[in-house]
């Protein structure tokens, strides 16, 4: 029995290694499973907790377009959401205990949703910023090893850019803006600029489960790789609004043909993931209350549904 | 638990007339009706679709992966099925 297990797990990874997607009938070692699992639901989670933030100021938008703009966005964070649960689920989790997990504070969620939405400029930082660093993350997992969690990133990423895009262009019309509108602009991006940095989570040589998802190709590029890409990707659009980096490390490296930048504070990180950011309580008592009050809703188009097929079983 | 939990259905959209319709992925809903909603709001916000199937997954068979080999394995040898298998003329035109 010892030796067919290790059959299928060197079978399983020569597929991996020639790049053949698996699929969700297929044996895959149990540590794959789970660690995808958990993966998938904290990826949907995040879309789900990310919608909070910017509820906060669908009401408060400055015109009419801007919020329809945002009220799309919100949809579509829903939208994926929906589509990385049901990938997970294909992976025998269900979608009632992935939910409980997320409620009871079990399962994570990224923690750049736990810092607070103040200004309307946050809007324009959550899109161009939080969407860019959550698009150089996702690109790579259209090419995930998980078949079913690839197509959904796919169609995540198709949609992904036009939010972060929005998010420009917010912050473009308020540094072309008023002195104040500008400063606005660069309050936001002071705020928001290190805790971008550590949505790449922890530094490479504390992340020990990177090394077993590269292999599984389930992850593509590492934390570090993907933080430093988004600080040469997004410095010189900085410059290019006449904003500052909060960081007076940022120069550019020559011979790295790379920017250098200063460290994140690991013990905020840490402290964020461990649930005491500014927010942690109020998103997940508002995900929860959510719920809760929407518990009446599901039960009763469930009891609908039941009601409507006896009907017509009895009219046959 | 569980059985509070909408039944699962399977996703199926044809993105333009004279296309098949093509799984696109899958959603909870209460009934048929429900899915139907839903899928136009999950999978079709961009005019991805003109027209939705909607099954219940309970109601899908699937072949067995771990039998795929033997199962489609009388396909492999019958190189005949292809029009590559046969030597044409050069001077023949048309075929």
């Known amino acids: 029995m010892e030796t067919l297990e290790m059959t299928q797990e060197e079978q399983f990874q020569a597929r991996i290694d020639a790049d053949v997607r698996i699929e969700p009938k297929d044996w895959m070692p149990d540590a794959y499973r789970k660690t995808l699992i958990r993966q998938i639901s904290q990826h949907a989670h995040s879309e789900l907790v990310g919608m909070l933030p910017e509820g906060n ?5 400055p015109s009419l377009k801007r919020k329809s703009i945002l009220l799309s966005k919100v949809q579509d964070e829903a939208g994926h959401g929906l589509y990385l649960y049901s990938a997970a689920e294909t992976l025998g989790t269900t979608r009632d205990q992935m939910l409980a997990d997320l409620h009871s504070g079990k399962a994570k969620y990224s923690s750049i949703f736990n810092y607070p939405t103040l200004s309307w400029a946050d809007m324009g930082c959550v899109g161009w910023l939080v969407d860019g660093a959550a698009i150089l993350n996702q690109v790579p997992l259209c090419r995930t090893s998980y078949g079913p969690y690839a ?10 850019s036009f939010h972060q895009r929005q998010g420009f262009e917010i912050m473009q ?4 803006g008023a002195p104040e509108q500008k400063a606005m602009a660069q309050e936001a991006l002071n705020r928001w ?12 040589e ?3 489960n990177t090394a077993q998802s590269m292999n599984w190709r389930i992850k593509r590029f590492t934390n570090d790789e993907l933080r430093q890409k988004f600080v040469d990707m997004m410095v010189p659009q900085a410059e290019f609004l006449g904003l500052t980096v909060p960081d007076e490390k940022v120069q550019w490296n020559e011979a790295r043909q790379a920017y250098d930048f200063g460290e994140v504070n690991w013990d905020e990180f ?3 993931v461990k649930g005491n950011g500014l927010c942690n309580r109020d998103r997940l008592g508002a995900r929860v209350k959510a719920h809760e009050e929407g518990a009446w ?9 039941v009601k409507r097929t006896e009907r017509e079983a009895v009219a046959a | 638990m569980n059985q509070s939990e909408w039944p699962l259905w399977e996703v199926f959209i044809r993105s333009k007339q004279g296309l098949d319709h093509k799984h696109v992925g899958s959603l909870h809903a209460a009934d048929a009706a429900m899915a139907i909603q839903n899928a136009r709001d999950v999978y079709t916000r961009r005019q991805e679709g003109i027209s939705i199937w909607v099954v219940e997954s309970k109601h899908v068979h699937a072949s067995n992966p771990d039998d795929a080999e033997a199962f489609f394995d009388p396909a492999n040898d019958k190189v005949y099925r292809h029009p590559t298998f046969y030597q044409v003329p050069d001077s023949i035109k048309h075929m």
């Open chain 1, 57 to 61: 100021w669908i009401t408060r938008a």
């Open chain 1, 151 to 160: 197509r959904a990133m796919v169609r995540v990423c198709k949609e992904e």
């Open chain 1, 173 to 176: 019309t308020l540094c072309e």
């Open chain 1, 193 to 204: 600029w290190w805790p971008t940095l550590m949505m790449f989570g922890p530094k490479d």
């Open chain 1, 206 to 208: 504390d992340s020990p």
């Open chain 1, 270 to 272: 840490w402290a964020v």
């Open chain 1, 297 to 305: 809703v599901r039960e009763a188009a469930m009891a609908h549904a």
